[in-house]
């Protein structure tokens, strides 16, 4: 587990997210995309056996499922790290990101840790979705 060096990011609502001083494997070159067999895929989602990976016509974004289960903390509490992050990005479609995830995390049960409680899941997912609306909101008001 990565050491949690907590950076508050602040949402047009008020809420606040700390989100630990991770780095995930972003590159801009697509040769750098993995030629695996999906075991799960959507439209904006591949999970494989290196972990869950966006497909993006330009660049790649991956989670190794070792880092799948990583943890974050704030005053709420404690919640999965990558629901909260992709939550702030402007170019996920949050619900597609949690179908992947949640496979995701059922496929590479034991690499990342033992399956999660059904509640931080839940929880995590359900502060990340408030995240994503206040996001949403305040784009549209700009």
């Not at 697509?30 to 989602?45: A, G, Q, R």
């Not at 059922?106 to 609306?133: C, E, K, N, Q, T």
Request: glycine share 8%; proline share 7%.
């Amino acid at each position: 587990m990565y050491p949690d060096n907590a950076t508050k990011i602040g949402s047009p609502s008020g809420r606040t997210a700390f989100l630990g001083d991770r780095l995930s494997l972003r590159a801009i070159d697509p040769s750098l995309m993995d030629d695996h067999t999906p075991l799960f895929e959507n439209n904006e989602w591949l999970v494989d056996d290196f972990g869950i990976q966006a497909k993006m016509a330009a660049g790649s974004f991956k989670i190794p499922a070792r880092r799948l289960g990583e943890v974050t903390t704030s005053p709420d509490g404690t919640f999965l790290f990558w629901p909260a992050h992709l939550a702030l990005e402007p170019w996920v479609n949050f619900d597609l990101f949690v179908e992947a995830y949640k496979q995701a995390l059922s496929i590479h049960v034991g690499h990342y840790g033992s399956r999660l409680p059904d509640p931080l899941l839940d929880g995590s997912i359900d502060m990340a979705a408030a995240i994503f609306a206040d996001r949403v909101v305040a784009t549209t008001k700009s």
